[in-house]
């Protein structure tokens, strides 16, 4: 009976400890024994080079990132394999580098943590915008709408697109309601990661549908278009979720994987 209850307790004190190890194995800590061949984080970063093996399911991530509904830590793990390769080849940018030393010290854990995360690293994203004011011949205006509802929803499905918006000026509109022949003026904001990401845009099928549209005298005027780089904090404006997609879409994560 004695022994019985020696080996369960010994039983006991080993399953308890396996349970303490995982619950304690964060980022900074023995257990989770970064940099290491054996480990908590060595055996989650496998598992993760695994399910992220192929260009769609990296793909996929990403975009579930852009959406809040992929897991933070997953994302958190991810871009320290990618900043970790990254390094290997080069300097990371300022900002990575930063990211990366204080996630490895565990200095984002708890909470606050994730939003944290993202203003360390948000810096290192170029992000270029512009904006954009088209006059719609008011006989066009029907047309013009659906065939740029298409281009909204093809270009948010775009991993590097980080804003796509638009709206109606408020005084157009209300002269086109009340006259019916009115000159109707949109104005857009949008952002990408990188000018990459908005040559990537371009090259879409979705805007090849709307550039075949612009060949068809809609406007009333010329378009303007002026394009910009983004000098605020992402964090500031966007989900962490968000800003780790785009950190890892400026790091060709998609396209290059753990290369």
């Not at 984080?41 to 769609?56: G, I, Y």
């Not at 719609?136 to 804003?163: D, H």
Request: charged share 20%.
């Amino acid at each position: 009976m004695a022994s019985s209850s020696l080996k369960f307790c010994c039983l006991f004190f080993v399953v308890g400890a396996g349970r303490a190890m995982a619950l304690t194995a964060t980022w900074g800590t023995k257990s989770w024994n970064w940099g290491s061949a054996m480990g908590v984080a060595h055996d989650k970063a496998a598992a993760l080079r695994r399910d992220l093996s192929t260009t769609e399911a990296r793909l996929d991530f990403v975009q579930s990132l852009k959406k809040c509904a992929a897991s933070f830590d997953d994302a958190k793990l991810c871009l320290a394999l990618v900043w970790q390769q990254s390094a290997r080849k080069g300097p990371l940018p300022p900002a990575f580098a930063e990211a990366y030393a204080e996630l490895v010290a565990g200095a984002f854990e708890g909470e606050g943590a994730d939003e944290a995360f993202a203003r360390t690293m948000a810096p290192g994203i170029d992000r270029y915008c512009l904006n954009v004011r088209l006059a719609i011949k008011p006989e066009r205006l029907t047309e013009f709408e659906a065939v740029i509802a298409q281009n909204e929803r093809g270009t948010r499905t775009e991993p590097r697109n980080l804003r796509y918006s638009y709206g109606v000026e408020a005084e157009s509109q209300k002269e086109e309601e009340q006259t019916g022949g009115a000159v109707v003026y949109y104005f857009f904001q949008e952002a990408f990661v990188g000018e990459k990401g908005f040559q990537a845009h371009a090259s879409a099928p979705h805007f090849a549908k709307w550039e075949a549209f612009t060949e068809t005298d809609p406007f009333a005027e010329a378009p303007q278009v002026h394009f910009w780089y983004a000098t605020t904090n992402l964090a500031d404006e966007a989900p962490p979720s968000l800003v780790a997609a785009a950190a890892l879409a400026s790091l060709d994560f998609i396209e290059d994987g753990w290369c």
